[in-house]
Nanobody, 127 residues
């Protein structure tokens, strides 16, 4: 069992930055692939970024490449999402999630494969 708690959301102007954190409980944090998803009102929850168990591989949705960076600190059981050059269209509730290793193509993008989810943190970007 893994519990995930996000923090770091807030209100920021366009062009600004935020760093989201996701603290995980449990001793098996390092065994999970970690992902960030977001959901704006009236839309489906969408993939944002993911990081493999040993940080060897990182994946991003096209719209955030070059602006967002995912990382993890195994000693702190925490995964981060550094968000720079924020845009109003980045406004959403951001969720972190954990899943077992997967090897199928783009499996990390599929929210159905994630076993554990946090409660979400709101990010609002004003224009």
């Amino acid at each position: 069992q893994v519990q995930l708690v996000e923090s770091g959301g807030g209100l920021v102007q366009a062009g600004g930055s935020l760093r989201l954190s996701c603290a995980a409980s449990g001793r098996t944090f390092s065994s999970y692939l970690m992902g960030w998803f977001r959901q704006a009102p009236g839309t489906e929850r969408e993939f944002v970024a993911a990081i493999s168990q040993r940080s060897v591989s990182k994946y991003y949705v096209e719209s955030v490449k070059g602006r967002f960076t995912i990382s993890r600190d195994t000693a702190k059981n925490t995964v981060y999402l550094q968000m720079n050059s924020l845009k109003p269209e980045d406004t959403a509730v951001y969720y972190c999630a954990a899943r077992d290793y997967c090897s199928a193509y783009a499996c990390y993008e599929k929210k159905e494969g994630y076993r554990y989810w946090g409660q979400g943190t709101q990010v609002t970007v004003s224009s």
